[in-house]
């Protein structure tokens, strides 16, 4: 999948547990897992944007695009 969820490194950096975030941004800890894991198919801006808040971070700092098509050409 072309779009990388860098949730649990940014939670990392910020010393805060799945269930600190869950109750700041006010989202299940089964969907915020969800999303922590990379299983998640999409993403409300209003959730990104309580998760940057509680997070004190941009959003390029959670999610990250990888070419797909770029990384697999190289492997030949």
Do not use: H
Not at 9 to 17: E, L, P, T
Not at 38 to 57: P, V
Request: proline content about 3%; glycine content about 2%.
């Amino acid at each position: 999948m072309p779009i990388i969820v860098n949730l649990d490194v940014m939670m990392a950096k910020r010393k805060i547990s799945l269930n600190e975030l869950s109750a700041k941004v006010e989202l299940t800890l089964s969907n915020l897992s969800i999303l922590k894991t990379g299983k998640a198919k999409a993403i409300r801006f209003s959730t990104l944007e309580a998760i940057c808040k509680a997070l004190d971070c941009q959003p390029g700092e959670i999610l990250e695009f990888v070419d797909d098509e770029n990384e697999n050409s190289s492997i030949i």
